[in-house]
Nanobody, 121 residues
Framework: QLKLVESGGGLVQPGGSLRLSCAAS????????VGWFRQAPGKEREPISC????????NYADSVKGRFTMSRDNAKNEVYLQMNSLKPEDTAVYYC??????????????WGQGTQVTVSS
């Protein structure tokens, strides 16, 4: 039973930084890809970043590329999202995900409860 818990959100001024953490329990994430999504007010949930099981490969949405950096520490069973140069449009609830194969042709995506990030002066 995989459980994901995000933390590190809060209120920050434009141009500031936050580091989000996602702690996993129940299942080790070292064999799975993980990602971050966000949902801003009035908008659909969107993918922000994903990282391979080893951490060797990362991908970012154009909206955050160059400002956000995703990483993972498999020894701690945690993943992170370093957010720099934050903008008001980054205000959203941020979710951590993990993709776990269900069978040979299907993958289940697990979600955390989310953490609120508010960028405002």
């Amino acid at each position: 039973q995989l459980k994901l818990v995000e933390s590190g959100g809060g209120l920050v001024q434009p141009g500031g930084s936050l580091r989000l953490s996602c702690a996993a329990s129940g299942v080790a994430l070292d064999h799975y890809g993980v990602g971050w999504f966000r949902q801003a007010p009035g908008k659909e949930r969107e993918p922000i970043s994903c990282i391979s099981s080893s951490g060797a490969s990362t991908n970012y949405a154009d909206s955050v590329k160059g400002r956000f950096t995703m990483s993972r520490d498999n020894a701690k069973n945690e993943v992170y999202l370093q957010m720099n140069s934050l903008k008001p449009e980054d205000t959203a609830v941020y979710y951590c995900t993990a993709d776990v194969p269900y069978n040979s042709i299907a993958t289940r995506r697990f979600w955390g409860q989310g953490t609120q990030v508010t960028v405002s002066s």
